[in-house]
């Protein structure tokens, strides 16, 4: 049988949110640069701070970022020192061509937020100059974005279709996952990983108890835990 998704935890505050997310068994961090809006925002230094205490654990690191010049996000990521890229905003292909040519050896993860039809079209577009996608709840359209941390679902029927289409490749899936709707999630979508942030937290917290549940409520009958961190 296999393995259930792996999971992210983001909107890690704090090098001791950080442990107890990977004692709890996630395979990535998730550490939120300066964003338009939305929890968990926590500054460079910090960032780099965590990255850092965790380095040589089985334990991936994304930067979330809402940057869309490629100088600017190789510049940050060098500060930062996590191994993947969470590009939260569309970024200009030829920037992505850049990008890639700036930092060769981080993997680039492309948010995609699913909003309707257009979101099929756009993960097409993008998947080849990234090496994943990340289905997540935001409106980049309104005044003050939205790029994450929205809490919301959205329509995993479209998020199966984008899916089915990408495969093999890495799709994340993020947007409202709790404990009690992260079987229907995985039945709907068949994700390699999922994303967590809001269904974890408790006061801009990271909840372990709200994190156990949610990690066990992933184990379906007869399953097998989340997958480990690839090296």
């Known amino acids: 049988m296999s393995a259930a998704p792996r999971v992210k935890v983001c909107c890690i505050g704090s090098v001791d949110e950080a442990r107890q997310a990977v004692a709890a068994g996630a395979a990535a961090l998730g550490l939120v640069s ?23 654990l089985p ?16 510049e940050q990521h060098a500060r930062a020192g996590t191994t993947t890229l969470q590009l939260v905003d569309e970024v200009p292909h030829e920037e992505l061509r850049r990008l890639r040519r700036l930092r060769p050896g981080v993997e680039l993860v ?6 309707g039809e257009a979101s099929v079209d756009e993960a097409l577009a993008v998947l ?3 090496d994943a996608l990340l289905l ?48 229907e999630a995985v039945a709907a979508v068949r994700p390699h990983g999922l994303d967590l942030c809001t269904g974890v937290r408790s006061e801009g917290r990271l909840d372990g108890t709200k994190l156990a549940g949610f ?17």
Do not use: C
């Not at 492309?110 to 909003?115: L, P, S």
């Not at 990690?215 to 090296?231: D, F, H, I, N, Y």
């Open 110 to 115: 492309q948010v995609v937020h699913v909003a």
């Open 215 to 231: 990690m066990q409520a992933l184990l379906t009958p007869g399953g097998t835990p989340p997958a480990a961190a690839r090296p």
């Open 136 to 183: 997540d709840s935001g409106n980049p359209a309104l005044a003050v974005k939205e790029l994450g941390g929205t809490g919301r679902t959205h329509d995993w029927a479209l998020s199966r279709r984008i899916r089915d289409a990408v495969h093999p490749r890495p799709l994340w899936l993020a947007g409202g996952l709790r404990a009690h709707n992260v079987a």
């Open 34 to 56: 300066a964003m338009p809006s939305g929890p968990g925002v926590i500054d460079d230094e910090r960032i780099a701070e965590i990255a850092a205490a965790v380095r040589g």
């Open 128 to 130: 080849p100059y990234v």
């Open 59 to 74: 334990v991936r690191t994304f930067l979330l970022t809402a940057r869309v010049e490629a100088e600017a996000i190789a």
